[in-house]
């Protein structure tokens, strides 16, 4: 009971350090997948022309907004030190293999989208320059599009069939890595759980320009000549600052914000500081359970003391000096907290692997971790074991040896 | 007798500050012991044999005068000194026993060994020795309260023989006995005196005190008489 607090703040300081830890950690994997060299740029529907475009009667007018070619152009000649740009297109479609069909994103996009953004393909290949030039139709599957389509057969060498048009699948790609959380940080329309991709160049000669939508108020129609490109820059240093410049170079570009800009690494440094901070909540509420444990240990030291006031008249009178006193109640106050951090540590150990196991979090616990608490939980038995033993040590032998 | 002056008392005066009041006990008391000697002091309660039997253990510093204790002169001493004093030149022997309750018989003992800083198997010989000494080596595991009064007693005795002292002091050692316990232990003070140890016994009954070769009375924090038995 007393060294319940002492086991709280021990178990709080390792199960809080294993979440933090974990967290930071999957952030940062996360980041690492977006690529932390590259900058991402996304259209964004500007929200007056979407205002605009629900008046008035008769077919709606297509949309035009977002990057265009010329931006991505002006951006790789005008910025030293980018040294890839892949551009991409992604329209929402319907996607058949017999009788199975799905809708999901067609990307168009360049050779080099997967090395890009660190996405493995799991078998097969990505389209080749060849095929680019070509406006071949090849298509590479996601994970889960392929297990929609192709839930028996190796989707291999066999086709998938968007519009009226057979696309060959060329490869499957992991779907690991498509996370949303980018996305929805920076506010587009297209996330997507899965995806399928073609050459850049397919895309535009078969799917055009303008892409009509079906939405709640009836067809939308939109033009949008690029709906995402990545920007790889050669030095991960100069990454924050090409972010800046290429903010500049889009607004002057454009009259609407219709585009959105995400730098992965800055995103990063965002949450390293976030993570930081939840560790320093983390540390107080520690902090302040230990520093409860600690007054209990001072309150039960300082009752032994009082009990044991003769015992202390006795040693003193058998030669006991004040620090003899001293170290066997900072032992003892020490041995109290050592056995409540132990338990703690133990606890603390059980904790972060029951949040992992109910809430699916990763939690990483250190070696560090319990070392540190469990050394915490010694010295608190030192600071708050002072007192009381100075308390024992001070008592007049005569007095002390009088006590009843 | 010996001729070696192990403690000496020099015109001790002890006076307790309570506020503005001031009370003496003592009022100037000179006393020398000498080595092998075994005395009693004596007196009705408040005569201020307590407040003695302090300065005598170094428990308490007198106000005034000289407190030596083999050849030490102790009222310059500060606290550490005092300890060490009490734990290597003395031993303390209680009314009321004041043994350890945690501990063993043998831990009991060893207790002033272990602060003298001697090695656990020098402390372990000698406390094995003790315990035999006053009959109790089939009892060292025992804790205090699973044994009888007397047993506690020599147990006590035990622990103030193990540094070999310059002098025991016992306050009142048979005050919490039965006649029958309280004559084994004068017996074996008796036997302690013969072997050459030097003894101080504090205590209220003249009976008591005319059986040792020297007594002392006290009264109102003066001595009184200092007799010695002449046979």
Redesign the interface.
Known sequence: MTVLGIVIGVAAVIAMLAVSEGASFEAQQQFRDLGANNILLKSVKPAEVEESSNQGFGPPQAIVYGLTIADVETIRDSIPGISNVIASRIVKKNVWHLGNSMNTDVVGTAVDYPTSRNYNLRSGRFFSETEMRDHANVVVLSDEVANVLFPIDNPLRLSIKIDSDYYNVIGIMESEGFSNLGQNQAGSSNAAPSRIFIPFTSSKSRFGETTTRQTAGGMERETVELHEAIIQIDNQEGVIETGEIIEQILARRHKDVDYAIEVPLALLRQAEESALRDQIVAGAIAGISLLVGGIGIMNIMLASVTERTREIGIRRALGAKKRDIITQFLIEAVILSGVGGLIGVVLGIAIPFIISAFWGMTTIVTPVAPLLAFSISAMIGVVFGIYPSMRAADMDPVEALRHE | MGQTIVASLKDIRKTYYMGALSVEVLHGISLDFYEGEYISIMGPSGCGKSTLM?IL?C??KPTAGTYYLGGEDTSEMD??EL??I???RLG?I?QSY???QQLNVLENIE??LF??GYSEADSHEIAIGLAQRVGLDDRIDHKPFELSGGQQQRVAIA?ALA?DPLIILADEPTGNLDTRSGAEILDLFDELNQQGKTLIMITHSDELAERSPRWVRMRDGMVESDDRRNS
């Open positions: 302090n253990g428990l308490d606290d550490d300890s060490t009490r734990g290597a303390f209680f004041n043994l350890i207790m002033p602060y003298q622990r540094v």
